[in-house]
């Protein structure tokens, strides 16, 4: 059985280090298209939603920080959010902006050709940016629904062209220690074209705006069949992978516990991020979790989640680097392989077990957190109001 001290000095540091973030909206209800689904206990509030990730961090002692979502995440008093978290144990993390469920926003809205629309979006993002400088945030993560349905709907690349005059309005708008971070996704709402459909899209227009704007990329978001890993590693090559979204998939954007429908490709993205030193201190890659848990509760699927990105950071740790690249060099494609399988196949639970307990937590953070009662105690005292879902 391999054990904590099978690691060197720094890959246990690595491990030691290891920061996921935790997406508000993951502690809210979430659905199907067809229904959202209620949870007793659920957060009616961003505080409740930060008191809930706070739980995550506790017993795991890998997610200090709290992604917001902006407007689902709005509140009279940044400045007491961000102390209600601190005095728990976090922090405020990524601001993400919403410019896909206005009425306004039908036909696009960085995108659209009506210019009083596009400036809407962009003062949303700018309100976002505001409410950085509250929360000591320093990310501003950009998805956008925007895209066309049928061919001539709206020209392709005068679209593009949009986009990037909006974003250069929003990028101008940053504090000199902020980062603008685009994402992208295959398709999805709109059928025909998406106006940023991959990672070569958002990393042009993230090109044009400067060195703090990055790509972000989720896990979901891809075609069947696609190639994540490479990806990873091209955009750590040219120094623009800004933000990782971990999930899982199926089908499409299912936004699954990580690591829920393919752990071996988990582990070969954490390989290569690992390879890259992605994970090393000072790394400007900020990991963090997009999930919906529809039908599960919320706080023990992101604890899940959490312990899954941990188990597949650990194999991929032990992958012996100096001999694979023997192999590789030698031409031995069964022996390189063997060498990364032998890693993934390796038990390591074990091992984090015995992290957890030299941080002074239960080696088991799910049970650990399903006797602790707090389950129990937010079923009974979040009676009234309004339980947080999408859109809220």
């Known amino acids: 059985m391999v054990k904590l001290s099978d690691l060197s000095a720094k890959n246990r540091e690595i491990l030691e280090r290891q920061d996921v973030e935790l997406p508000s909206w993951a502690f809210g209800n979430s659905g199907t298209r067809f229904r959202v689904f209620t949870t007793p206990g659920v957060p009616r509030d961003p505080f409740e939603k930060v008191s809930d990730a706070a739980q995550v ?49 039908k036909f696009g809205s960085l995108c659209n050709v009506n210019p009083k629309i596009r400036q809407k979006a962009i003062d949303h993002h700018k309100q ?16 956008l629904a925007d895209g066309t349905n049928y061919p001539g ?18 990028y101008a708008e940053l504090d000199d220690d902020m980062r603008l971070v685009l994402e992208y996704k295959f398709f999805e709402p709109a059928f025909y074209h998406t106006d940023v459909p991959d990672w070569g899209t958002s990393l042009v227009q993230c090109q044009a705006l400067g060195e703090r704007a990055m790509v972000v990329l989720d896990t979901g978001h891809h075609a069947p069949g696609t190639n994540i890993e490479f990806i990873v590693a091209q955009l750590l090559r040219v120094g623009r992978l800004g933000a990782f979204d971990f ?21 070969r993205i954490l390989n290569e991020i690992v390879a890259a030193g992605a994970l090393d201190e000072g790394s400007p890659v900020n990991f963090m979790l997009d999930q919906c848990h529809n039908l599960e509760e ?18 991929a740790l032990l992958v012996d680097r100096d001999a694979l690249k023997e192999k590789q060099v030698a031409g031995d494609v069964l022996g390189a392989n063997d060498i990364l399988m032998d890693a993934f196949y390796t038990d ?21 957190f399903m006797e602790s009662g707090y389950l ?17």
């Open 57 to 105: 961090n506790a017993y795991t002692h890998a997610a200090s920080k709290v992604s917001l979502h902006i407007p689902w995440d709005l509140t009279d008093d940044y400045d007491a959010l961000r102390k209600h978290a601190e005095d728990l144990g976090v922090t405020i993390g990524t601001i993400n902006s919403n410019v896909f469920q206005d009425e306004d926003y």
């Open 128 to 143: 976002c940016i505001d409410i950085m400088r509250k929360t000591g945030s320093k990310d501003l993560k950009i998805w």
């Open 247 to 267: 999930n899982s998939r199926f089908y499409a954007d299912d936004d699954l516990i990580v690591g829920a429908a393919d752990p071996f490709q988990l582990f």
């Open 298 to 315: 919320k706080i023990p699927a992101e604890i899940r989640s959490v312990t899954n990105v941990q188990e597949m950071t650990a194999k």
């Open 153 to 170: 709907q709206d020209s392709i690349r005068e679209r593009q062209d949009r986009l990037a005059e909006s974003l250069a309005e929003i």
């Open 376 to 392: 129990e105690k937010i079923r009974k005292e979040r009676v009234g109001g309004t339980q947080a879902s999408w859109g809220a």
């Open 348 to 368: 390591v639970r074990g091992l984090l077990g015995e992290l957890r307990e030299s941080q002074g937590i239960d080696p088991d953070p799910m049970r650990a």
